[in-house]
Each structure stands twice: as C-alpha cells, then as structure tokens.
C-alpha cells in the first residue's frame, strides 16, 4: 500500500521482490502496471488533510520452504517519475492447517452444461463433518497438455465441506481429455 498527501503524485507501477535468507531474489513480480480502480483518495481526519491510498497485490508462483524467513519489498513508481521503496518485511512460510484434510474433493461432471463442478464432501468412513480452515490452491492436470496448472485460489474460515458447496466450475472441458484435480 502506498500512501500521500500529495494527491496529485499518483502511482504510475509498482513490483514487489521477495529475497530468501541468503539476500539472493527468490521471487519478483516485475514491474507492473498499476491498476487504479481501487485507489482512494480521502480527507484524514487526524491530519485534516487529503490523503491518496494505492493498493497492489501480487501472487507467489513458488513455493515458500517451511521454517525459513524471507523478506519481501515493495516499490512503487509514480507518474511523476518519483521512486519509492518500503524496507524489507520478513516473514515465515507456517502451515496453518494440517495436510490431511478430513474432506475427499469431488469433481461432479455436468453433461447437459458442458463443465465439471468442484465440491467437497465427507469421506465415508467420517461420521460427522470436520469444520476446516486454511488457504488452498486447486490444480489441473491435462492429459492433452501433460502438465499440471493452477486454475483457482480460495480460503476457509472454520467450515465444513456441505457448508462449502460448489468451490470452483470448470468450464474449459474438452471432450475426449482426461482431467486431474488435487488440492
């Protein structure tokens, strides 16, 4: 998030780096366009002056080891050619949630709408649903392509499988292809 009063110095890019515990990059976003949809600019009530709010997000496409700290910067450009950088924030990859999750991942094929619907439900030998919480990302194995990609993110607070129902909707089905779904 970058913050000004100056209003008029808006942000033009930004990239984020993430550097291991070695100081080496272990992952940059690059510079990216700033989409400024969601900037805000506002009066401060403490300060009684204008404040302009940038808000960037960025995901990781690796993976961070358990146990080790990393730390990640953010920087922003402005369309005044101003730079600006915070100071490194660390942080540590800890699991949140155990890996045996108590919920089997169904992929429900719906013919007549040419898709497969994503839901979770409760294994057989479980005799009452185990409320769950943490962040998942679902994958995709084509059978055509032989690779497995990332189709979709989300996160539960403290819910059970039938409080979920439908997670996600393939709709990019290809007839003959064998698909793989794993959380």
């Known amino acids: ?18 550097y291991d515990d070695n100081n080496q ?14 900037d805000e600019t506002k009066l401060n009530a403490s300060s009684s002056k204008m404040e302009y709010t940038a808000v960037d997000t ?14 990640i910067a953010y920087s922003v450009k402005t369309i005044n050619d101003y730079h600006s950088e915070t100071s490194p924030y660390s942080i540590k990859e800890a ?13 429900d094929v719906d013919n007549d709408n040419g898709c497969v619907n994503l839901k979770f439900i409760k294994p057989k ?24 990609n990332e189709i979709f993110r989300f996160n539960m607070m403290s819910q059970t499988p039938s409080d979920m129902g439908t997670i996600w909707t393939d709709y990019t089905i290809e007839h003959g292809v064998k698909y793989l779904y794993a959380i």
């Open 1 to 18: 998030m970058y913050k000004n009063t100056d209003t008029t110095e808006k942000v033009y890019s930004y990239c984020f780096t993430m």
């Open 25 to 38: 990059v272990f992952e940059t976003s690059g510079d990216l366009i700033h989409n400024s949809s969601s």
């Open 58 to 71: 960025w995901s990781l496409t690796k993976s961070l080891l358990k146990g080790k700290i990393y730390r």
């Open 95 to 107: 699991s949140t949630v155990d890996a045996n999750i108590p919920a089997k991942l169904l992929a």
């Open 125 to 148: 030998e479980i005799n009452e649903e185990i409320p769950f919480s943490g962040n998942f990302v679902i994958t995709r194995y084509s059978e055509n392509l032989n690779t497995w």
